[in-house]
Structure formats: C-alpha cells, structure tokens
C-alpha cells in the first residue's frame, strides 16, 4: 500500500513531466544543465569574508579563484574561467535581490565574477547583470554596483498580483501547466502559461546563476533551482497561491527543463557567505547566520541538495524540525514545504540527487 507521501511524489512528478512535454521552444536542446561537472561540488569558506562592516572584498575574491580551479581542475583563474566562457560570449549574471538588502547578492561577488569573466576575455560590454523585477533590485543596491560597461536589465519594472503581462517576455519560449490561479481566465493561454524572460531568451548566450542560500515557505528552500524557475519567467505567483494551494514542487522542474534554460545556464555561485534557515524567502535578520562559504557547480541539483542538508543541519542545532516535516508557524505559513522539487528535476535529467553520487570538495582558505 503506498503511502500519501509517495504519492504525491509520483503525482507531482506526472505533473512535472506532463508540463515538460507542452513546454514550447524553437531553441536547440542542448544540455547546458547539469553542465560538464554533474555531482560535483565545491565549498569554500573564509572567516574572514564577512564581519560587522560586511562582505570583504579580498577574501571574497580569493574564494571565487579558488572555487573556480578546484571546480574545473584548471591551474590557473584565468584558465578556470576560459573552462566555461570565451570573448565571444555575452554573459547574464542572474542576481537574488528578493532577501532585501541584507540578503541579497553582493557586490563583492559579483565584482569577483565580472573580474574572472575579464579574465576569459569577456568585456565588461558584454555582461549583463539582470533580474525579473527592476524595484526589487534597485531596492538592495545592485543596479548601482554595476561598473561602466555593464549592462544592469530586468524583465519587468516591479512586482504585480496579475503577473500575466508578456512586456519583456518571450512569446516563443513558455512553460505550459494546467495551474490557473483563482480570478485568471483559464481559456486564456496566458493564464497556463509562463514566459521566459528576453533576457535569457535573446539578450544572452550564457547565464551565471548567483543565489542566496535560503529557506523557502513554499518551496523548503529557494538556491539554484528557484532562483531560475522564477527569476527566469512570468506567471509564478500561480505556482503558490496560498497555504494551500502549492504546485512549487513540480513546476520548478517544469520551468527549468525548458531547452532555452538548460542550454545557456552553464555556472551557479550559491552564496552563503550570510544564510536564512527559515521564515523565507523575505529577509527576516533573527533567522540568519553566517556560514561565510560559498558553493560552486554546473549541477543545480547537486548544490540544492547541499544546500539542502546545509539549511536542515542548521535548523537542527537551533531545535528546528527539517524543512520537509516541518509544520506552519507564524514565520512560515504554508502547510507542506516542497523541498521535492530537487529529486523531481534529478528525474527530469537536471542533475544529481543521490548522495552517493555527489561529492562536496570543503575548503576553508582561513
């Protein structure tokens, strides 16, 4: 007799997959996703990279070099970067401002990325620091940390409730899904569906994925896979309408099977320089801490699941059930925490789930 948790994992999954064979795209199907590393994972930590005045530029700069050899195996930074980009090549910085400023991606970061592209022979001219809601990102900073040369874009100017506006959409690149949220005309195929940025669509050739390491109510925890699923498109607000009405578990994988995405989304740098256990994905400061590390890969699946164990062995020390039992409470009202999503896009040929199959290389600098 099965259980309700296996379940709804095979219903989820059928979901999933049902959604990825309407998923319409004219580009190539060509796997960028899990990319030339699957399973592998690099940590690097530095006590030194934060402290009370913030991220520290120098440390920070010294894990990105460090992160990048021991990921590709290169003996060189410069070598590291040319692994993954060259001069011909217009990169998206796909950047996680929705924590608040105090949780966001930092400029000490990604001043480190534009650097190594430099070192690729990517020009400042041909990088292309971005996010879906302009406010959101004006909001923490990050459109001024970009330097001259620097393109800083967004999808759209701000959040809305009706998220079906296609202004800065791609109507040849969608994510099609029987999920209409209440109010939405489902004979409107807009309201089935979401639209991939044009940013990701035709602004570039590739894409560095930079999220923050963080609990998510819906989702359990919202690092590389998220990040993309609803940074990269329109119409997500349908995928966790309430408490109770929560689809993240299969539409993330969904999202982020689309061959558009797969193919030009070839770097994740998860920072967990400063983290959330829970209470996200908004920023709540009681819940944070500093695990002054950041992860590198081209396996999204691998490094959630990291992620993963890294938020629950946190969440154990302060006395919290892990996320994927845990119950509502006021910081985190939704009844079931999805953290399945991970497994289901592992089934979906987007990385490595088995913890026998992932190796995390730790490295701490100082």
């Not at 929705?98 to 020009?123: E, K, Y």
């Not at 408490?243 to 989304?265: D, M, Y």
């Not at 164990?309 to 892990?322: F, T």
């Amino acid at each position: 007799m099965q259980t309700p948790r296996r379940e709804f994992l095979e219903s989820a999954f059928a979901v999933a997959a049902a959604a990825l064979t309407q998923s319409v795209s004219r580009a190539a199907t060509v796997q960028g996703i899990p990319g030339p590393y699957p399973g592998r994972v690099v940590a690097v930590e530095h006590s030194g990279c934060i402290t009370a005045a913030g991220y520290q530029a120098e440390p920070v700069r010294a894990m990105v070099e460090r992160g990048m050899k021991e990921l590709t195996g290169a003996p060189t930074a410069q070598d590291a970067w040319r692994a993954l980009f060259n001069k011909t090549d217009v990169v998206g910085i796909k950047v996680s401002p929705v924590g608040g400023p105090r949780l966001c991606s930092d400029r000490s970061v990604i001043h480190a990325i534009f650097d190594g592209l430099n070192q690729a022979g990517v020009p400042d001219s041909q990088i292309v620091v971005f996010n879906r809601y302009r406010a959101e990102a004006v909001d923490c900073g990050i459109d001024q940390w970009v330097r001259p040369g620097v393109r800083f874009a967004a999808a759209a100017p701000a959040y809305d409730n009706s998220q079906l506006g296609i202004d800065g959409y791609d109507e040849q690149h969608y994510m099609e899904m029987p999920l209409v949220k209440p109010g939405d005309d489902p004979a409107d195929p807009r309201s089935r569906r979401s639209y991939v940025a044009k940013i990701v669509t035709t602004d570039v050739n590739k894409i560095i994925n930079l999220p923050v390491l963080k609990h998510h109510q819906s989702a359990g925890v919202t690092i590389t896979l998220k990040n993309m699923s609803h940074g990269f498109v329109n119409n997500v607000n349908r995928s966790h309408y309430s408490p109770t009405a929560n689809w993240c578990g299969s539409f993330i994988p969904a999202v982020v099977s689309l061959p558009v995405i797969r193919r030009k989304v070839v770097l994740h740098v998860v920072d967990a320089v400063r983290a959330q256990y829970h209470g996200g994905p908004s920023g709540k400061p009681q819940f944070q801490w500093e695990p002054k590390t950041l992860y590198f890969g081209t396996d999204p699946v691998a490094l959630d699941k990291t992620g993963w164990k890294v938020l629950d062995a946190k969440r154990k020390e302060v006395g919290m059930a892990p996320i994927a039992v845990a119950k509502p409470d006021n910081a985190s009202t939704f009844l079931h925490c999805q953290v399945e999503h991970i497994e289901l896009a592992s089934a979906l040929g987007l990385g490595v789930f088995d913890d026998r199959r992932i190796q995390v290389k730790n490295i701490r600098l100082a």
